[in-house]
């Protein structure tokens, strides 16, 4: 389970650098980085903008698809403890000895009955 998580991991921080990579690329008003002036490339703006549009949105699929798989190995790899601990005790048959290690009866207590 572990190197399935782990394969997740890796394939998450590729897809997580895609898709900054992908974002930075597209056309904004202020340019991006540039990319997207230029119309002497090879493609159109309205080509390329539905190119990294659609890259984008399947880029941000597998994101969000590859974060709810880590999120359930996360879940399931952790065993949640209890709040009060609780002390496995042994029963013990009226009339026998004390377990040892069993506090001792309080003064006053009524004694076993016997035989």
């Known amino acids: 389970m572990q190197a399935i998580q782990n394969v997740v991991l890796a394939i998450h921080a590729l897809i997580a650098l895609g898709l900054v990579v992908v974002v930075l690329l597209q056309r904004s008003e202020g340019g991006g980085l540039g990319m997207g002036r230029s119309s002497d490339g090879m493609m159109s703006?309205?080509?390329?903008?539905?190119?990294?549009?659609?890259?984008?949105?399947?880029?941000?699929?597998?994101?969000?698809?590859?974060?709810?798989?880590?999120?359930?190995?996360a879940g399931?790899?952790?065993?949640?403890?209890?709040?009060?601990?609780?002390?496995?005790?042994?029963?013990t048959a009226p009339g026998a000895a004390p377990a040892p290690g069993a506090p001792p009866a309080p003064p006053g207590a009524p004694a076993a009955p016997t035989r």
């Open 76 to 91: 399931t790899a952790s065993k949640p403890t209890p709040v009060i601990p609780t002390v496995p005790t042994a029963p």
């Open 45 to 73: 703006v309205r080509g390329q903008g539905n190119l990294l549009t659609r890259t984008t949105a399947i880029l941000a699929a597998v994101f969000f698809a590859t974060s709810i798989a880590l999120a359930v190995f």
